[in-house]
Protein backbone atom coordinates (compact mmCIF):
# COMPACT_ATOMS: atom_id res chain seq x y z
CA UNK A 1 0.00 0.00 0.00
CA UNK A 2 2.79 2.74 0.32
CA UNK A 3 3.23 2.82 -3.41
CA UNK A 4 -0.86 3.22 -3.46
CA UNK A 5 -0.61 5.96 -0.92
CA UNK A 6 2.06 8.09 -2.62
CA UNK A 7 0.50 8.17 -5.93
CA UNK A 8 -2.60 8.79 -4.06
CA UNK A 9 -1.37 12.06 -2.79
CA UNK A 10 0.64 12.71 -5.58
CA UNK A 11 -2.67 13.02 -7.80
CA UNK A 12 -4.36 14.66 -5.30
CA UNK A 13 -1.33 17.45 -4.69
CA UNK A 14 -1.81 17.89 -8.54
CA UNK A 15 -5.56 18.39 -8.46
CA UNK A 16 -5.51 21.19 -5.96
CA UNK A 17 -2.92 22.55 -7.56
CA UNK A 18 -4.71 23.20 -10.62
CA UNK A 19 -7.41 23.98 -8.63
CA UNK A 20 -5.55 27.01 -7.26
CA UNK A 21 -4.06 28.01 -10.76
CA UNK A 22 -8.09 28.51 -11.65
CA UNK A 23 -8.62 30.90 -8.55
CA UNK A 24 -6.17 33.21 -9.65
CA UNK A 25 -6.85 33.45 -12.95
CA UNK A 26 -10.54 34.05 -12.48
CA UNK A 27 -9.50 36.69 -9.68
CA UNK A 28 -7.58 38.23 -12.54
CA UNK A 29 -10.84 37.90 -14.63
CA UNK A 30 -13.01 39.67 -11.81
CA UNK A 31 -10.87 42.80 -11.30
CA UNK A 32 -10.61 43.59 -15.04
CA UNK A 33 -14.50 43.23 -15.44
CA UNK A 34 -15.30 45.73 -12.40
CA UNK A 35 -12.80 47.90 -13.32
CA UNK A 36 -14.13 48.13 -16.88
CA UNK A 37 -17.71 47.74 -15.67
CA UNK A 38 -17.23 51.52 -13.85
CA UNK A 39 -18.02 54.43 -15.16
CA UNK A 40 -15.42 57.29 -13.53
CA UNK A 41 -17.05 60.25 -15.21
CA UNK A 42 -20.37 59.37 -14.22
CA UNK A 43 -19.41 56.93 -11.27
CA UNK A 44 -21.44 54.20 -11.79
CA UNK A 45 -21.48 51.07 -12.75
CA UNK A 46 -22.93 50.51 -17.05
CA UNK A 47 -23.74 47.62 -19.15
CA UNK A 48 -21.11 47.05 -21.72
CA UNK A 49 -19.99 44.15 -24.16
CA UNK A 50 -17.02 43.84 -23.00
CA UNK A 51 -17.93 42.84 -19.36
CA UNK A 52 -20.28 40.88 -20.52
CA UNK A 53 -17.92 39.11 -22.30
CA UNK A 54 -15.36 38.59 -19.25
CA UNK A 55 -18.26 37.94 -16.90
CA UNK A 56 -19.26 35.14 -19.59
CA UNK A 57 -15.54 33.73 -19.42
CA UNK A 58 -15.63 34.11 -15.34
CA UNK A 59 -18.68 31.85 -15.65
CA UNK A 60 -16.97 29.31 -17.71
CA UNK A 61 -13.89 29.31 -15.34
CA UNK A 62 -16.36 29.01 -12.52
CA UNK A 63 -17.91 26.01 -14.26
CA UNK A 64 -14.48 24.56 -14.60
CA UNK A 65 -14.03 24.91 -11.15
CA UNK A 66 -16.91 23.08 -9.49
CA UNK A 67 -16.06 20.53 -11.91
CA UNK A 68 -12.57 20.03 -11.08
CA UNK A 69 -13.91 20.55 -7.06
CA UNK A 70 -16.27 17.08 -8.03
CA UNK A 71 -13.37 15.23 -9.43
CA UNK A 72 -11.50 15.74 -6.38
CA UNK A 73 -13.95 14.56 -4.10
CA UNK A 74 -14.69 11.56 -6.25
CA UNK A 75 -11.22 10.70 -6.63
CA UNK A 76 -10.72 11.24 -2.42
CA UNK A 77 -13.95 8.82 -2.36
CA UNK A 78 -12.11 5.91 -4.55
CA UNK A 79 -8.91 5.88 -2.87
CA UNK A 80 -11.61 5.95 0.77
CA UNK A 81 -13.04 2.65 -1.02
CA UNK A 82 -9.76 1.36 -1.65
CA UNK A 83 -8.33 1.53 1.98
CA UNK A 84 -11.50 0.37 2.86
CA UNK A 85 -11.35 -2.60 1.05
CA UNK A 86 -7.98 -3.51 1.64
CA UNK A 87 -8.61 -3.12 6.01
CA UNK A 88 -11.72 -5.62 4.98
CA UNK A 89 -9.39 -8.31 3.08
CA UNK A 90 -7.08 -8.24 6.13
CA UNK A 91 -9.78 -9.41 8.35
CA UNK A 92 -10.47 -6.54 10.39
CA UNK A 93 -13.86 -4.56 10.61
CA UNK A 94 -13.23 -1.31 8.41
CA UNK A 95 -16.62 -0.18 9.47
CA UNK A 96 -19.30 1.39 6.89
CA UNK A 97 -18.37 1.35 3.08
CA UNK A 98 -16.94 4.93 2.31
CA UNK A 99 -19.69 7.21 -0.20
CA UNK A 100 -19.72 10.67 -1.70
CA UNK A 101 -22.75 10.92 0.62
CA UNK A 102 -20.43 11.23 3.90
CA UNK A 103 -18.82 13.98 2.29
CA UNK A 104 -21.71 15.98 0.67
CA UNK A 105 -21.78 18.92 3.57
CA UNK A 106 -18.30 20.09 2.70
CA UNK A 107 -19.07 19.32 -0.89
CA UNK A 108 -22.16 21.66 -1.13
CA UNK A 109 -20.45 24.63 1.29
CA UNK A 110 -17.52 24.33 -0.96
CA UNK A 111 -19.76 24.33 -4.32
CA UNK A 112 -21.69 27.71 -3.05
CA UNK A 113 -18.30 29.59 -2.28
CA UNK A 114 -16.77 28.72 -5.72
CA UNK A 115 -20.07 29.50 -7.62
CA UNK A 116 -20.84 32.90 -5.65
CA UNK A 117 -20.15 35.11 -9.38
CA UNK A 118 -22.51 37.18 -11.31
CA UNK A 119 -23.17 35.98 -14.40
CA UNK A 120 -23.30 37.32 -17.73
CA UNK A 121 -26.63 39.23 -18.54
CA UNK A 122 -27.38 39.42 -15.15
CA UNK A 123 -27.24 42.68 -14.75
CA UNK A 124 -30.49 44.09 -15.96
CA UNK A 125 -32.77 46.91 -14.03
CA UNK A 126 -34.91 45.12 -11.67
CA UNK A 127 -35.39 45.86 -8.16
CA UNK A 128 -37.35 49.29 -7.94
CA UNK A 129 -37.30 51.60 -4.80
CA UNK A 130 -39.08 53.90 -2.92
CA UNK A 131 -37.28 56.40 -4.59
CA UNK A 132 -37.90 55.35 -8.15
CA UNK A 133 -34.85 54.28 -9.17
CA UNK A 134 -33.98 50.92 -10.41
CA UNK A 135 -31.23 48.86 -9.56
CA UNK A 136 -29.70 45.41 -10.99
CA UNK A 137 -31.06 42.42 -10.42
CA UNK A 138 -27.54 40.89 -9.48
CA UNK A 139 -24.69 43.93 -9.40
CA UNK A 140 -21.59 43.21 -10.99
CA UNK A 141 -20.44 44.03 -7.09
CA UNK A 142 -21.09 40.49 -6.19
CA UNK A 143 -17.80 39.43 -8.22
CA UNK A 144 -15.72 40.48 -5.46
CA UNK A 145 -17.07 37.27 -3.71
CA UNK A 146 -14.55 35.52 -6.31
CA UNK A 147 -11.76 36.36 -3.97
CA UNK A 148 -13.48 33.46 -1.68
CA UNK A 149 -12.15 31.24 -3.98
CA UNK A 150 -7.89 31.67 -1.98
CA UNK A 151 -9.10 29.61 0.21
CA UNK A 152 -8.32 26.87 -1.86
CA UNK A 153 -4.66 27.57 -1.41
CA UNK A 154 -4.71 26.24 1.88
CA UNK A 155 -5.08 22.56 0.57
CA UNK A 156 -2.06 23.69 -1.25
CA UNK A 157 -0.20 24.25 1.46
CA UNK A 158 -1.38 21.43 3.75
CA UNK A 159 -0.18 19.06 0.90
CA UNK A 160 3.48 20.31 0.74
CA UNK A 161 3.99 20.01 5.01
CA UNK A 162 5.80 17.56 6.70
CA UNK A 163 2.80 16.67 9.04
CA UNK A 164 0.41 15.99 6.34
CA UNK A 165 2.55 14.65 3.81
CA UNK A 166 4.00 11.81 5.90
CA UNK A 167 0.86 11.20 7.86
CA UNK A 168 1.07 7.01 6.77
CA UNK A 169 4.39 7.17 8.97
CA UNK A 170 2.36 8.57 11.64
CA UNK A 171 -0.57 6.15 11.56
CA UNK A 172 2.08 3.11 10.93
CA UNK A 173 3.71 4.32 14.47
CA UNK A 174 0.78 3.74 16.55
CA UNK A 175 -0.97 7.27 16.27
CA UNK A 176 -4.81 6.05 15.60
CA UNK A 177 -4.64 3.09 17.39
CA UNK A 178 -3.38 5.81 20.59
CA UNK A 179 -7.29 7.72 19.89
CA UNK A 180 -5.49 9.88 17.45
CA UNK A 181 -7.53 11.98 14.70
CA UNK A 182 -7.02 12.27 11.22
CA UNK A 183 -4.13 14.09 10.48
CA UNK A 184 -6.05 16.70 7.87
CA UNK A 185 -5.98 20.59 6.86
CA UNK A 186 -6.33 21.83 10.71
CA UNK A 187 -3.27 20.20 11.96
CA UNK A 188 -1.03 21.58 8.77
CA UNK A 189 -2.48 24.84 9.35
CA UNK A 190 -1.21 24.38 12.90
CA UNK A 191 1.69 22.79 12.30
CA UNK A 192 2.67 25.75 9.69
CA UNK A 193 1.58 28.26 12.43
CA UNK A 194 3.62 27.18 14.90
CA UNK A 195 6.77 27.30 12.80
CA UNK A 196 6.03 30.10 10.85
CA UNK A 197 3.99 32.04 13.15
CA UNK A 198 5.44 35.45 12.33
CA UNK A 199 5.47 34.96 8.52
CA UNK A 200 1.77 32.96 8.03
CA UNK A 201 0.34 36.44 10.05
CA UNK A 202 2.17 38.68 7.98
CA UNK A 203 1.00 36.83 4.89
CA UNK A 204 -2.67 37.25 6.28
CA UNK A 205 -2.94 40.17 7.75
CA UNK A 206 -1.06 41.85 4.67
CA UNK A 207 -3.39 40.18 2.02
CA UNK A 208 -6.52 40.51 4.01
CA UNK A 209 -6.21 44.21 3.93
CA UNK A 210 -5.36 44.72 0.34
CA UNK A 211 -8.31 42.58 -0.50
CA UNK A 212 -10.56 44.11 1.62
CA UNK A 213 -9.60 47.40 0.98
CA UNK A 214 -10.73 46.52 -2.54
CA UNK A 215 -13.66 44.83 -1.89
CA UNK A 216 -14.19 48.64 0.41
CA UNK A 217 -13.96 50.42 -2.81
CA UNK A 218 -15.83 48.60 -5.09
CA UNK A 219 -18.75 48.82 -2.81
CA UNK A 220 -18.72 52.37 -2.37
CA UNK A 221 -17.41 54.33 -4.71
CA UNK A 222 -20.32 54.52 -6.86
CA UNK A 223 -21.89 56.26 -3.35
CA UNK A 224 -18.70 57.72 -1.60
CA UNK A 225 -16.30 58.14 -5.14
CA UNK A 226 -14.13 61.07 -2.70
CA UNK A 227 -13.78 59.24 0.39
CA UNK A 228 -13.73 55.96 -1.11
CA UNK A 229 -10.79 55.47 -3.05
CA UNK A 230 -8.57 52.64 -2.69
CA UNK A 231 -6.07 54.20 -0.74
CA UNK A 232 -8.43 55.66 1.85
CA UNK A 233 -9.99 51.96 1.38
CA UNK A 234 -6.51 50.87 2.83
CA UNK A 235 -6.78 52.81 5.74
CA UNK A 236 -10.84 52.46 6.13
CA UNK A 237 -9.82 48.55 6.78
CA UNK A 238 -7.13 49.11 8.62
CA UNK A 239 -8.76 51.25 11.53
CA UNK A 240 -11.55 49.04 11.32
CA UNK A 241 -9.76 45.98 11.90
CA UNK A 242 -8.76 47.78 15.09
CA UNK A 243 -12.41 48.39 15.93
CA UNK A 244 -11.63 52.13 15.42
CA UNK A 245 -13.37 54.48 12.89
CA UNK A 246 -10.98 56.67 10.29
CA UNK A 247 -11.92 59.36 9.53
CA UNK A 248 -15.44 60.13 8.49
CA UNK A 249 -15.79 56.94 6.73
CA UNK A 250 -18.22 54.20 6.72
CA UNK A 251 -20.51 52.37 4.29
CA UNK A 252 -24.03 53.95 2.87
CA UNK A 253 -25.24 51.14 0.46
CA UNK A 254 -26.20 47.89 1.54
CA UNK A 255 -23.45 45.83 -0.03
CA UNK A 256 -20.96 47.96 1.65
CA UNK A 257 -22.34 47.40 4.96
CA UNK A 258 -22.14 43.79 4.34
CA UNK A 259 -18.21 44.05 3.64
CA UNK A 260 -18.06 45.63 6.76
CA UNK A 261 -19.42 42.84 8.32
CA UNK A 262 -16.73 40.93 6.63
CA UNK A 263 -14.16 43.09 7.51
CA UNK A 264 -15.22 43.08 11.20
CA UNK A 265 -15.77 39.73 11.38
CA UNK A 266 -11.78 38.79 10.09
CA UNK A 267 -10.58 41.48 11.78
CA UNK A 268 -11.85 39.68 14.95
CA UNK A 269 -9.48 36.68 14.03
CA UNK A 270 -7.02 38.77 13.01
CA UNK A 271 -6.16 40.30 16.13
CA UNK A 272 -6.73 37.27 18.22
CA UNK A 273 -3.54 36.22 16.09
CA UNK A 274 -1.44 39.39 16.48
CA UNK A 275 -2.49 39.17 20.57
CA UNK A 276 -1.12 35.37 20.81
CA UNK A 277 2.04 36.60 18.76
CA UNK A 278 2.66 39.72 21.69
CA UNK A 279 1.91 37.21 24.18
CA UNK A 280 4.34 34.20 22.95
CA UNK A 281 7.09 37.24 23.09
CA UNK A 282 6.75 37.91 26.04
CA UNK A 283 6.98 34.73 27.65
CA UNK A 284 9.91 32.80 28.20
CA UNK A 285 11.27 29.55 26.61
CA UNK A 286 12.01 26.82 27.73
CA UNK A 287 16.15 27.27 27.47
CA UNK A 288 15.55 30.85 29.52
CA UNK A 289 13.14 28.90 32.03
CA UNK A 290 15.95 26.62 32.13
CA UNK A 291 18.54 29.65 32.89
CA UNK A 292 16.51 31.26 35.14
CA UNK A 293 15.89 27.62 37.45
CA UNK A 294 19.56 27.22 37.12
CA UNK A 295 20.77 30.05 38.37
CA UNK A 296 17.98 30.35 41.19
CA UNK A 297 19.05 26.76 42.23
CA UNK A 298 22.86 28.21 42.16
CA UNK A 299 21.67 30.59 44.75
CA UNK A 300 19.75 28.68 47.21
CA UNK A 301 22.64 25.72 47.26
CA UNK A 302 24.94 29.15 47.80
CA UNK A 303 22.98 29.97 50.60
CA UNK A 304 22.61 26.22 51.78
CA UNK A 305 26.74 26.23 51.47
CA UNK A 306 26.89 29.18 53.99
CA UNK A 307 24.37 28.71 56.25
CA UNK A 308 25.40 25.25 57.39
CA UNK A 309 28.62 26.96 57.91
CA UNK A 310 27.40 29.52 60.40
CA UNK A 311 25.82 25.95 62.28
CA UNK A 312 28.42 24.45 62.66
CA UNK A 313 30.72 27.64 63.75
CA UNK A 314 28.36 28.79 65.88
CA UNK A 315 28.28 25.19 67.80
CA UNK A 316 32.24 25.65 67.88
CA UNK A 317 32.02 29.31 68.97
CA UNK A 318 29.97 27.59 71.86
CA UNK A 319 32.23 25.15 72.76
CA UNK A 320 35.24 27.46 72.58
CA UNK A 321 33.51 30.09 74.97
CA UNK A 322 32.26 27.15 77.89
CA UNK A 323 35.82 26.01 77.66
CA UNK A 324 37.44 29.47 78.43
CA UNK A 325 34.97 30.12 81.08
CA UNK A 326 36.77 27.20 83.03
CA UNK A 327 33.36 26.30 84.88
CA UNK A 328 32.91 30.16 85.03
CA UNK A 329 28.91 31.03 84.76
CA UNK A 330 27.65 33.71 82.35
CA UNK A 331 27.15 37.43 83.11
CA UNK A 332 23.72 36.57 82.87
CA UNK A 333 23.62 38.95 79.50
CA UNK A 334 20.48 38.61 77.00
CA UNK A 335 22.86 38.41 74.07
CA UNK A 336 25.77 36.87 75.53
CA UNK A 337 27.41 34.49 73.14
CA UNK A 338 28.84 32.48 75.98
CA UNK A 339 25.01 32.03 77.05
CA UNK A 340 23.72 28.30 76.55
CA UNK A 341 20.32 29.53 75.98
CA UNK A 342 21.19 32.17 73.66
CA UNK A 343 23.49 29.28 71.71
CA UNK A 344 20.28 26.96 71.51
CA UNK A 345 18.02 29.69 70.44
CA UNK A 346 20.55 30.82 67.74
CA UNK A 347 20.81 27.12 66.80
CA UNK A 348 17.38 26.57 66.27
CA UNK A 349 17.04 29.66 64.08
CA UNK A 350 19.76 29.15 61.74
CA UNK A 351 18.86 25.20 61.65
CA UNK A 352 15.50 26.26 60.61
CA UNK A 353 16.82 28.23 57.77
CA UNK A 354 18.97 25.55 56.62
CA UNK A 355 15.93 23.35 56.31
CA UNK A 356 14.26 25.59 54.36
CA UNK A 357 16.62 26.35 51.89
CA UNK A 358 17.10 22.28 51.48
CA UNK A 359 13.28 22.44 51.35
CA UNK A 360 13.26 24.76 48.12
CA UNK A 361 16.28 23.27 46.93
CA UNK A 362 13.79 19.75 46.68
CA UNK A 363 11.26 21.27 45.15
CA UNK A 364 12.93 23.23 42.38
CA UNK A 365 14.96 19.68 41.81
CA UNK A 366 12.33 18.44 39.20
CA UNK A 367 13.06 18.75 36.01
CA UNK A 368 13.16 17.91 32.03
CA UNK A 369 15.88 15.95 31.61
CA UNK A 370 19.61 17.52 30.82
CA UNK A 371 18.31 20.22 33.86
CA UNK A 372 20.77 20.26 36.29
CA UNK A 373 19.26 18.45 39.41
CA UNK A 374 20.98 19.46 42.86
CA UNK A 375 22.62 16.53 44.26
CA UNK A 376 21.52 17.68 48.41
CA UNK A 377 24.09 14.60 49.94
CA UNK A 378 27.11 16.09 48.10
CA UNK A 379 26.23 19.57 48.64
CA UNK A 380 25.83 19.59 52.07
CA UNK A 381 28.98 17.40 52.52
CA UNK A 382 30.83 19.74 50.68
CA UNK A 383 29.95 22.49 53.13
CA UNK A 384 30.76 20.44 56.44
CA UNK A 385 34.32 19.99 54.31
CA UNK A 386 34.45 23.23 54.20
CA UNK A 387 33.22 24.31 57.80
CA UNK A 388 35.85 21.63 58.63
CA UNK A 389 38.75 23.22 56.75
CA UNK A 390 37.42 26.79 58.51
CA UNK A 391 37.48 24.78 62.23
CA UNK A 392 40.82 23.02 61.54
CA UNK A 393 42.38 26.40 60.13
CA UNK A 394 40.83 28.01 63.21
CA UNK A 395 42.26 25.48 65.78
CA UNK A 396 45.97 25.79 64.26
CA UNK A 397 45.96 29.66 65.25
CA UNK A 398 45.06 28.95 68.50
CA UNK A 399 47.18 26.07 69.04
CA UNK A 400 50.22 28.61 70.14
CA UNK A 401 48.18 30.23 72.87
CA UNK A 402 46.16 27.37 74.31
CA UNK A 403 47.74 25.42 77.15
CA UNK A 404 45.40 22.50 76.97
CA UNK A 405 47.58 21.19 73.81
CA UNK A 406 46.38 17.41 74.40
CA UNK A 407 43.02 17.94 73.80
CA UNK A 408 43.47 20.35 70.63
CA UNK A 409 45.45 17.55 68.80
CA UNK A 410 42.52 15.11 69.80
CA UNK A 411 39.89 17.35 68.44
CA UNK A 412 41.75 18.40 65.29
CA UNK A 413 42.54 14.38 64.71
CA UNK A 414 38.97 13.79 65.09
CA UNK A 415 38.35 16.50 62.61
CA UNK A 416 40.97 14.96 60.16
CA UNK A 417 39.02 11.78 60.15
CA UNK A 418 35.46 13.43 59.37
CA UNK A 419 36.92 15.49 56.82
CA UNK A 420 38.96 12.24 55.08
CA UNK A 421 35.25 10.37 55.76
CA UNK A 422 33.41 13.15 53.97
CA UNK A 423 35.92 13.37 50.81
CA UNK A 424 35.37 9.62 50.74
CA UNK A 425 31.86 9.63 50.24
CA UNK A 426 32.25 12.77 47.95
CA UNK A 427 34.50 10.42 45.59
CA UNK A 428 31.92 7.88 45.49
CA UNK A 429 29.46 10.03 44.97
CA UNK A 430 30.87 11.58 41.97
CA UNK A 431 31.98 7.91 40.29
CA UNK A 432 28.85 6.60 40.43
CA UNK A 433 26.82 9.15 39.07
CA UNK A 434 29.70 9.25 36.57
CA UNK A 435 28.67 5.54 35.98
CA UNK A 436 25.18 6.49 35.99
Known amino acids: MPILHMEFDWAIRK????????????????????????????????????????????????????????????????????????????GENPGP??????????FIAEF?????????FFDFKYWKKSSGAVKPFVSDKLNVFVFLRLYLFVRVVRDYTAVYSRRRLIYDSGYKEEGGYEVGSLTAMKSVYLQYTTTMIAVLAGGSILILAYMAHVAERDWQPEQFDYKNCVWYVIFFIAAMDYGSMGPKSAFGKGVAVLI?????????????????????SSYEVWAIDWL??????????????????????????????????????????????????????????????????????????????????????VSLSDSAREI???IESQQDSNPDGQQLQSRLAAIDRAHEAILAKLEAMSSSQQTA
Open 15 to 90: KNVRLAIWTLTSIVTMIIELELAFNKDKLVYEKRNVCEGLKGFLSFQTVMMLYYLYDLYDYQVAGAKKEWYHILYK
Open 97 to 106: CPSFSHRMVS
Open 112 to 120: VIIALHTPP
Open 264 to 284: LVWGMILLSMFVSVVFDCAGL
Open 296 to 381: KQGELMEQERHVAADVIATWWRYKMAARNRMGKQSNGRKNDPMSETYFKLSTVKKYKLLMEIQFKIRRAGGGDDGFPKPSLVSESA
Open 392 to 394: RQY
